[in-house]
């Protein structure tokens, strides 16, 4: 057959969870990056906020230039106190003082120049280029000459020896200087400041991770066959908390590691008797098919067809029922979504698939029904019920009695909320009271019981009734002559609002 | 009554056959979806048994297929797997019923049996119930060639429970089918009806069972010799 499932999905889901548990492996360089990232961003920042000012201190510097050529403009008319011999001389010029110790204190770096109206070269220094202005304001702009950026003030001014160009060069610019000593003085500090803090900061960070790595290796360690719990007292109080969480899922990984290797094991077992019989029987039948007497023939009586018959069902049934076990395993049920289950139609759909069952031993199978619903798995339910009632009509006696009730209950729950009841009663032998907590127990029979039952039924609507966040329980369901008889197996839940 | 069995296992296919054969049915019986297609081309037939772990092509979409050939046999579902999702998606692509492995065959005698009875139903005017039958069309209900007289709410009553056998049916659906006939019927009336049948059915073999706080259900006296209990 095609219909088989592939890996266990119980391995799967421990795979999974363990390949979770490796997690903290990528936090801690995340932790550390994002560390490193939040220090040292906010100091470059820092860096570059200090490089701007420089730089605007710099522009002041170039501004305050600008300013002392105005000013040392008008000394420079001044400065010419005659005019040539010819128009083509150079006028007679007697350098103020304050511009002669300008350009002495940049020498080689300033310079002047007097031309005459037209532009043409009359005194000075001659490479400093021609710019005729078209105003008697100063202007300033900037040239080149052998490397050397000068900033230049040209005007236009009516002096003693008539209307002349001045122009007055200074190379020491400011701006220039700047950029030149930005990079040593501004950019190289402030780098290297950042790469000391980056190391620094790093080596912290490291240091201070030391703890969160020593407990992700200690992570690592673990595997889904030794999940013992980290020693919280080892790591830093900061993770503490994350430490026991840790530990919390570890157990209870182990815990479903663990039932579900008693599981298996149980299963394992418990299945083996029957299919022992069957091929016990199977196996003497072929062998005395094949004794030469009898010609490779067998006839089987009735009750031993019956017999072989009985044990593939309670084979059949076992297997049916651990896979509804181990489906309606509480901690899987969680995450699934709920529904609206209208509790009268179940208990009208599960009487229906039992009256055969209940017919063939003369027992009454009834309904005692009132309008309920609930929220939850229908198809668990139904597997529920059906347990609850295949027990009843299976332990009672010929000519009994099986009820099954539905309704709304009177009392209140605990958070003063609306409830509702699902319940079997059957009028049978019922359960020692000393008995009835083990019996939701798995593989679990009372001692002395007879029939084919396997022990799980019980234990399946258990696990049900837990994935409803609800509880069964058991009682008498009566007395006779003063002694407890028949059982009631009831299911309480809140009613969705 | 001529049935197709699709499924590869030929034990489990072995065994249905056998048991299906000794409960009077003819069987056809091929081991892949391909073969079923060739088969259904030139043949027919009342019911089919269709596994949904085939190779290659698997049962949900043989099913698929015959639907859309426009093949409107009754189809029963095997399935190795119960899950909610299967079985809705098999009664959406048209399948008719589902038997989840392992089952026993007494209940799939039965489905098999309620199948035909609906598609019966469906298509020809008699409902049969072990020895009984009901000609709609006629209005005359025979049991081994005898004519039952049956009176107007009687044979609502007896065409109602019919349908529904195996399952019982709800006194609440009875009344509601009643209501037809008279608009102040109460439940004890449907009392009345149900012990005059059970007087001209229990001759023939057929009990008229009482579930209680349900309704009612029809009964093979003595059952069928399969249906016996399983031994301790």
């Known amino acids: 057959m095609r219909e088989t499932t592939g890996a266990d999905p119980a391995t799967a889901a421990v795979a999974e969870r363990a390949a979770a548990l490796s997690v903290p492996a990528a936090m801690k360089s995340g932790l550390q990056r994002r560390l490193l990232l939040l220090l040292l961003a906010p100091l470059s920042l820092f860096a570059l906020v200090s490089i701007y000012f420089d730089y605007e201190t710099a522009g002041n510097a170039a501004l305050q230039q600008d300013q002392q050529l105005r000013h040392l403009a008008p000394l420079l008319a001044d400065s010419v106190l005659a005019p040539g011999r010819t128009a083509d001389d150079s006028p007679v010029m007697l350098l103020a003082p304050p511009v002669e110790e300008f ?172 299919l022992a019989g069957l091929q016990a029987q199977v196996e003497a039948w072929a062998q005395a098919a094949m004794a030469p007497a009898a010609g490779r023939q067998l006839t089987l009586s009735a009750d031993k067809i019956m017999a072989l018959r009985s044990a593939t069902r309670r084979a059949s049934q076992l297997a049916n029922q651990l896979l509804a076990l181990s489906r309606a395993d509480a901690s899987h049920m969680a995450g699934q979504p709920v529904h609206r289950v209208d509790l009268k139609d179940l208990c009208e759909s599960v009487l229906a698939l039992h009256l055969d069952a209940a017919a063939a031993k003369g027992i009454d199978l009834g309904l005692e029904v009132r309008f309920a619903q609930v929220s939850g798995h229908e198809w668990l339910l139904r597997e529920l019920l059906g347990n609850l009632v295949d027990n009843a009509v299976k332990y009672t006696a010929p000519g009994g009695t099986v009820t099954i009730r539905c309704g709304p209950l009177e009392a209140q729950g605990a958070a003063g909320e609306a409830q509702v009841f699902l319940e079997v009663e059957d009028d049978g032998p019922g359960i020692p009271a000393a008995e009835r907590a083990r019996v939701l127990e798995r593989f679990y029979r009372v001692p002395g019981t007879g029939g084919e039952g396997n022990g799980l039924g019980l234990a399946i609507a258990d696990e049900i009734a837990r994935a409803h966040r609800a509880q069964l329980t058991l009682e008498a369901a009566g007395s006779r002559d003063g002694v407890a008889c028949g059982l009631r197996v009831r299911l309480v839940m809140r009613s969705p609002a | 009554m001529r049935l197709l069995l699709v499924e590869d296992d030929v034990m489990l296919a072995s065994g249905i056959k056998l048991g299906l054969s000794d409960a009077g049915y003819a069987v056809d019986w091929v081991g892949s979806a391909e073969r079923a297609e060739e088969v259904l081309q030139g043949e027919s037939f009342d019911a089919a048994i269709i596994d949904i772990g ?168 003595g059952g069928e010799s399969l249906d016996a209990p399983a031994l301790p």
């Open chain 1, 103 to 274: 350009i002495k204190a940049r020498a080689g770096f300033a310079g002047y120049r007097v031309s005459d109206a037209d532009g043409r070269f009359l005194a000075g220094d001659a490479w400093i280029s021609m710019v005729v202005p078209t105003t008697r304001e100063p202007e300033f702009h900037s040239m080149e000459e052998n490397g050397v950026t000068y900033r230049v003030v040209v005007q236009r001014v009516r002096t003693a020896a008539g209307e002349l160009i001045l122009q007055l060069a200074d190379g020491s610019d400011a701006r220039q200087q700047w950029v030149r000593s930005v990079f040593f003085k501004v950019l190289l500090p402030n780098l290297m400041l950042v790469l000391a803090a980056a190391l620094a900061v790093n080596w912290a960070v490291t240091r201070a991770l030391r703890p969160l790595l020593a407990l992700k290796e200690a992570v690592e360690r673990r595997s889904p066959r030794d999940l013992s719990a980290i020693d919280p007292q080892s790591t830093p109080s900061e993770v503490r908390p994350l430490v026991a969480s840790l530990n919390g899922l570890f157990a209870l990984v182990n815990d479903q590691a663990e039932g579900q290797r008693r599981f298996v094991a149980d299963a394992a077992h418990q299945l083996r008797t029957p």
């Open chain 2, 54 to 221: 085939l190779p290659n092509i698997d049962g949900l979409e043989l099913t698929r297929r015959l639907r859309s050939r426009g093949l409107a046999m009754p189809v029963l579902i095997l399935t190795a797997r119960d899950a909610l999702e299967d079985r809705v998606q098999g009664l959406d692509l048209g399948a008719d019923d589902y038997m989840v492995k392992p089952f026993e065959l007494p209940e799939l005698l039965a489905r098999l049996r309620a199948l035909l009875r609906r598609s019966q139903a469906a298509t020809s005017a008699i409902l049969s119930f072990g020895a009984l039958e009901l000609d709609s069309a006629n209005r005359q209900a025979r049991a081994n060639g005898q004519l039952i007289d049956l009176g107007p709410r009687e044979w609502t009553v007896m065409e109602y429970l019919l349908i529904h056998a195996p399952k019982p049916a709800s006194k609440e659906k009875l009344l509601a089918a009643l209501t037809g006939w008279d608009k102040e019927i109460t439940p004890n009336a449907i009392e009345v009806y149900v012990s005059r049948l059970r007087g001209k059915l229990e001759p023939h073999g057929i009990a008229l069972r009482s579930i209680r706080g349900f309704g009612y259900r029809l009964e093979l006296v």
